[in-house]
């Protein structure tokens, strides 16, 4: 059931679907895609508009996509590569070599902060900031707070550089459906808030050498909208829980903090639940954070998340959970997530698996692998964050 549950969400936030109900009135449109959904994105405005449409995708590693008219540039993830200055580069001269008269639609999604760069320090020197900022545990408001300052596609600057009129149709992977958050938001002007007090704060104790700039307030004419959410995905699932006749609990979609400490406290919340007797599915969406030690091993978030979860279940009969990332990929994957019910301690146990020991060395995702409980989806095509789902009462199936 749970699973089925993920796969609801996943599929309510398909690129197709979620575009649908808002292409706008354009004859010729030029279009940049961007994320881990571009080329789903792309496709999508190819059916809409015809070979009208043309411009740039680009992609993680591993998708594939051509067409006349189109440039497709496949860069890095979840770390920026030489594709992704490339991309950058690309992008600035795409969208200033367009006329007034020419309309701009930008498909974005997560996923494009790394996809598309143009840094103003070194390479190098920026590259180790990005690692140091996914280890960092900041919440991905200041992350991009900080992203913005290092970058001259971020923040609203690809919205500066050009002439055209612009609508950006995203797919939110934040908290709140921030635009300005999503990949950075490129198209979208930067919102200042305590987010970049804590950014200035992190580059000055940790890069106090570093290059910055304030991001710019261009007067561009632009649209944005978010066309898929966490939220509406979380409905998704949750309507579709109660169609199978579970009563839900939707704990929000928004939920943050550190991935370890939000398992122990969701594993309160299911054992309270048990002792009450009630049959319910705890459901919430967000992203959390991880900040490994030297010694790192497999997974990300969702599987660590899960693994503090169990951990803290421990033998409890009747609970079983799920928890993955609907883009398929779990930090350092390839598993987007993983699951466990009522029989998963004892085989751990007689497999000689150590909780304990695998959320130390951050190898929760090694741990479930062992256990042969992993989430396997691959790259799903959208990206609206972390779904998670605790079933009190029955079984994951």
């Given amino acids: 059931m749970l699973t089925d549950l993920f796969h609801t969400a996943v599929d309510s936030a398909g690129p197709a679907r979620a575009l649908s109900a808002h292409w706008p009135d354009i004859d010729a449109p030029k279009v940049l895609a961007l994320g881990k959904a571009a080329v789903p994105m792309a496709r999508a405005a190819i059916a809409r508009y015809g070979h009208r449409a043309q411009g ?15 440039r497709h ?40 902060s790394a996809l598309m760069e143009c840094p103003i320090n070194a390479f190098a020197v920026h590259v180790a900031i990005q690692s140091a900022l996914l280890d960092s545990g900041l919440p991905i408001d200041a992350i991009n707070a900080v992203r913005v300052r290092l970058s001259a596609v971020k923040g609203g600057r690809l919205l500066a550089a050009t002439r055209a009129q612009v609508t950006t149709l995203a797919i939110s992977d934040v908290p709140g459906d921030a635009l300005h958050w999503i990949a950075s938001g490129p198209t979208v002007p930067w919102r200042h808030s305590e987010s970049d007090v804590v950014a200035q704060q992190w580059l000055s104790q940790h890069w106090p050498d570093v290059k910055t700039h304030a991001p710019p307030q261009p007067d561009t004419p632009n649209e944005a909208i978010v066309i898929a959410s966490p939220r509406l995905a979380l409905d998704a699932a949750a309507a579709r829980a109660r169609t199978l006749g579970h009563t839900v609990s939707n704990l929000g979609a928004e939920l943050s903090g550190d991935a370890i400490e939000l398992g122990y406290a969701h594993a309160q919340l ?11 599915v705890l459901m919430s969406g967000g992203e959390t954070t991880v ?24 033998e409890t009969q009747g609970i079983a959970a799920l928890a993955a990332d609907t883009d398929g990929i779990d930090g350092t994957g390839p598993a987007a997530g993983a699951w466990f019910d009522e029989r998963t301690f004892a085989r751990a146990s007689q497999l000689g698996l150590n909780a304990a020991s695998a959320l130390a060395s951050w190898d929760a995702g090694g741990y479930f692998a062992a256990l042969g409980q992993t989430v396997d989806t691959g790259p799903t095509g959208t990206n609206v964050n972390d779904f998670r789902a605790i079933a009190i009462g029955s079984s994951r199936d």
């Fill in 56 to 70: 740039i995708c680009i992609s993680p590693h591993g998708d594939a996509f051509e067409a006349s008219g189109w």
């Fill in 73 to 112: 540039i496949v860069a890095g993830h979840p770390l920026p590569d030489v594709e992704s200055l490339h991309a950058g580069a690309a992008a600035l001269k795409f969208v200033s070599e367009l006329h007034g008269t020419e309309h701009l639609l930008v498909l974005i999604s997560g996923g494009g």
């Fill in 270 to 280: 299911a054992l309270q639940a048990h002792r009450r007797g009630e049959r319910l």
């Fill in 291 to 314: 900040s490994p030690g030297p010694v790192r091993g497999r997974g990300g978030r969702n599987q660590t998340y899960l693994l503090a979860l169990m951990a803290a279940i421990k």
